[in-house]
C-alpha cells in the first residue's frame, strides 16, 4: 500500500504530525510521501491507495490555500482518503468554567466539515478522520500527541488490510 499525504502546515505542528504519521506506517512497512500543499499541484497529486489531507483551523474553518487545494484536487470518483487535522484544543469558557459540548464546538469549528464536504462533492471515499490538538493559537502539540496519531495510523492500516 502507499499513501500519499498532503497537509499546509504553517507553523510546523502539521508537519509534525506528518512526520510521525509516516514514521508509524514505516514500522508497518507501509510508505507514506508527505508533501506540503505549497509544493504540489491539486490537478496532478501522484497516485497512491490512500490520500491523506490535513489543515490547520481558521476562524473555524481549514485555511484558504487548504480550501482551494481540495476544491481543485483531480481525483477520480471512490478514491479513499483520510483526514488528519491540526485544530485549537477546546477551551473552557471564561465566564463558567464549563468546557463546550462537542455540539457546541461544531457549531463553529468546522475544519473537517469542509473538508469533507469539498472531497465528498467529487465522490471521494473517507475512510477516516481525526484531529490532533494544540493548545496555543502556535502550538505546542497537546501532550501524547504522537501516541493520538500513532494510534490513528493503527486504525488506518487495521482498515485498509480488511
Ligand atoms: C489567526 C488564527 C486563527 C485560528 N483559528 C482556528 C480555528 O478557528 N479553529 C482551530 O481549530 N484552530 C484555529 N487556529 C489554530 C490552528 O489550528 C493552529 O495554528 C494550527 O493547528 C497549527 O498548525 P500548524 O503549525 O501546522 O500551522 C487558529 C490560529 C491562528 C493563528
Given at each position: ?120 462533492a467529487k465522490s471521494l ?38
Amino acid at each position: 500500500m502507499k499513501i500519499a499525504y498532503y497537509h499546509a502546515s504553517k507553523f510546523g505542528n502539521g508537519a509534525a504530525v506528518a512526520a510521525e504519521f509516516r514514521t508509524a506506517m514505516a514500522a508497518k512497512g507501509v510508505a507514506v510521501d508527505v508533501h506540503h500543499i505549497r509544493e504540489a499541484d491539486p490537478t496532478a497529486l501522484e497516485p497512491a491507495d490512500l490520500y491523506v489531507f490535513s489543515s490547520p483551523g481558521r476562524m473555524g474553518r481549514p485555511l484558504g490555500r487548504a480550501r482551494r487545494f481540495l476544491k481543485h484536487a483531480a481525483l477520480p470518483a471512490g478514491t479513499r482518503y483520510a483526514l488528519l487535522t491540526t485544530e485549537g484544543a477546546p477551551r473552557p469558557d471564561k465566564n463558567t468554567g464549563q468546557m463546550p459540548t462537542a455540539e457546541e464546538t461544531a457549531r463553529w469549528q468546522k475544519v473537517r466539515p469542509i473538508m469533507t464536504e469539498l472531497l465528498d462533492a467529487k465522490s471521494l471515499t473517507k475512510v477516516a478522520e481525526g484531529c490532533v490538538y494544540v493548545t496555543g493559537m502556535k502550538g505546542p502539540l497537546e501532550d501524547g500527541w504522537q501516541a493520538k496519531v500513532d494510534s490513528f495510523a493503527d486504525s488506518l492500516a487495521a482498515s485498509s488490510a480488511r
